[in-house]
């Protein structure tokens, strides 16, 4: 499986944002999709998630409410609509997909990785 992000950028506080992720490849084994991002100097961490099965999602606490993950053709392209960005969403956003259930929120969970866009968000 293959995934290219894109849709990163400079935008300022408040203002909204779209990442896509575009899937190829075997993409009918994979189970969970899902969207990491690192910051500058931190260790990368969850963002969301969305299981094709039961098509739930999941989302970090520091995002909930304002991130929304979603996908308009199940597992060929995925979507992170951000809004009300601040200063702390700035970073370097992943998509990564992975073959099994389970163990969403961890990174090493995840066989599969995009190269990452980046997002900065200015005060």
């Known amino acids: 499986v293959q995934l290219q992000a894109s849709g990163g950028g400079l935008v300022q506080a408040g203002d909204s944002l779209r990442l896509s992720c575009a899937a190829s490849?075997?993409?009918?084994?994979?189970?969970?999709m899902g969207w990491f991002r690192q910051a500058p100097g931190k260790e990368r961490e969850f963002v969301a998630a969305?299981?094709?099965?039961?098509?739930?999602?999941d989302y970090a606490d520091s995002v909930k409410g304002r991130f929304t993950i979603s996908s308009d053709n199940p597992k060929n392209t995925l979507y992170l609509q951000m809004n009300s960005l601040n200063p702390e969403d700035t970073a370097v956003y992943y998509c990564?997909?992975?073959?099994?259930?389970?163990?969403?929120?961890?990174?090493?969970?995840?066989?599969?990785w995009g190269q990452g866009t980046l997002v900065t968000v200015s005060s």
């Open positions: 969305i299981n094709w099965s039961r098509f739930s999602t």
């Open positions: 490849g075997r993409t009918f084994s994979t189970r969970v």
């Open positions: 990564a997909a992975k073959e099994t259930y389970g163990g969403s929120r961890y990174e090493g969970a995840y066989d599969y």
